[in-house]
């Protein structure tokens, strides 16, 4: 058997690091555009208006994105001082490097040679490596995905899958918002229903249901603790009103721009 293989318990680690190497030659030397001129400028203001529940512009809440994904490239860019397109992408690679050896992992224990395929399949998919030019603040979520992913192919007991299910969509709220419940929450909820686990599906659905709700309650304190009313009112403004007032333009805006797939350059 493949896990008998004195070297197997290595090839993890070296699927991990070429990873690792791999997409980190990508990102040296190239210079940050688009979207990721808008992470850099979070990432210095860390350094000059302080932390915040929500990333920051000029010191004004930027509503859409909490600030702890931030805090780990302002960590790897050694406090706001070495902001370069490497330095902001890190924690995206060294993330991504794990889905990879994860997808691995997961893909050889079903089949000998399947994992190699998926894991290759992953490094020449334009969308995924795309996603590492940058903060990729999405990343998070496929690392835990493939986590949970990983627990399930082991039969963790389920009501430890469970409990782990709803830390890690909390988690995932205050990285990526409400939408990081939802597709993390998608995805689980989508392979039990196609296993046809339907006890499984709805106690995960459920468990989907509390971590929203347990999210918003806790965004909704955090933000009156550390805010106030002010910073309430300019949330409800910034992520809700200003939007339902741009009507389907806005709502068009927002489409676009969330399915764009920016090329590296």
């Known amino acids: 058997m493949l896990s008998s293989h004195p070297c197997w318990r290595l090839r993890p680690l070296f699927i ?12 040296i030397g190239l210079e940050i555009t688009q979207m ?25 809440p930027y509503c859409d994105y909490f600030s702890a994904w931030l805090c780990c ?15 902001l992408a890190l924690p995206a690679i060294l993330l991504g490097s794990y889905t990879v050896m994860m997808v691995w992992v997961i893909g050889e224990k ?28 999405d990343v998070p979520i496929m690392a835990v995905g493939v986590t949970l992913l990983y627990l399930y192919q082991r039969k963790c007991r389920w ?12 988690l995932m709220f205050f990285l990526r918002g409400p939408l990081g419940v939802i597709m993390l929450g998608a995805g689980i909820c989508g392979l039990l229903l196609g296993q046809r686990e339907w006890k499984k599906f709805f106690t995960a659905g459920l468990t989907a249901g509390f971590a929203m709700a347990s999210g ?4 909704w304190g955090l ?15 910034s992520q809700f009103l ?15 721009a969330y399915f764009m797939v920016i090329p590296i350059t």
């Open 16 to 27: 991990f690091f070429s990873c690792a190497l791999l997409l980190s030659i990508g990102c």
């Open 36 to 60: 990721n001129v808008r992470f850099a400028l979070m990432v210095e203001d860390l350094s000059a208006h302080g932390l915040h529940l929500f990333a920051t512009l000029n010191g004004v």
């Open 73 to 87: 490239a302002w960590l790897t860019s050694l406090g706001g001082t070495e902001v370069n397109l490497f330095t």
């Open 110 to 137: 079903i089949r000998e040679g399947i994992g190699t395929a998926a894991a290759v399949l992953l490094l020449v998919t334009p969308e995924f490596v795309t996603l590492f030019a940058g903060t990729g603040i």
């Open 159 to 170: 009501w430890i899958f469970c409990g782990l299910f709803f830390l890690l969509l909390v």
């Open 216 to 219: 918003i309650a806790g965004a």
């Open 223 to 237: 933000i009156l603790l550390t805010g106030g009313r002010k910073l309430l009112d300019w949330v409800v403004e």
């Open 242 to 256: 200003e939007r339902v007032s741009q009507g389907r333009a806005g709502a068009a805006v927002f489409l676009d």
